[in-house]
């Protein structure tokens, strides 16, 4: 499983982002790590050509997406419809809470490669996890001081990448060149 750290960001709020987060968002731009996208929201179709080009142009055979349902069911029903499996990732904590604290010990144990994109360290550091009653917990957007898409995003995949074989060491599978969607 790979989770990519690229992130996606309507055009017409480019700059109003760069003065109201304060972050080179025009850097991560030229480095690779964030795209624009036409318009005022996040264009899909672009983002379904997004997939299918990284098929052609790196060769990867990608097996599943995993999304989060909230507006994206559309967009789910397309890539269905080319070939793709997609995978509902439900955003609570009966979904999120292990995996979540499962890849927090994986980074405090070291176990997480980090391909030093700082738009995901920027992410990262945004991230503050809320716990309820019974000691689950998730990642809390609104207690959040910035953006946390990328990070949500790698959660969602680790998600998928959890409830697979336990003993597969991840990095290592990753860094074979045998890893896919």
Known sequence: YYATSHGFMPEDTFHE???????????????????LTEGAVVDYDYIRAYIKRLEVEKGW??????YDPYNAT??????EADG???????QGVQTLSEPT??????????????????LLTWAMGNAV????????????????SQRIDPAAAL?????????NDDHLDLNEYILS????F
């Open 17 to 35: 982002r760069m003065k109201t987060d304060r972050v080179p968002y025009d850097l991560w731009v030229k480095k690779g790590w964030l795209t």
């Open 61 to 66: 055979k990608i097996k599943e997406i995993g």
């Open 74 to 79: 559309q967009f789910a029903q397309q890539m």
């Open 84 to 90: 793709y499996v997609m995978i509902e990732i439900r």
């Open 101 to 118: 604290k499962d890849f927090r010990e994986k980074v405090k144990a070291r176990k997480i490669i980090h391909d030093n994109n700082d």
């Open 129 to 144: 996890t809320k716990i309820d009653a019974q000691e689950n917990i998730m990642l809390d957007k609104s207690k959040s």
């Open 155 to 163: 959660i969602n995949a680790h998600v998928r990448a959890s409830q």
């Open 177 to 180: 060149g045998g890893f896919s």
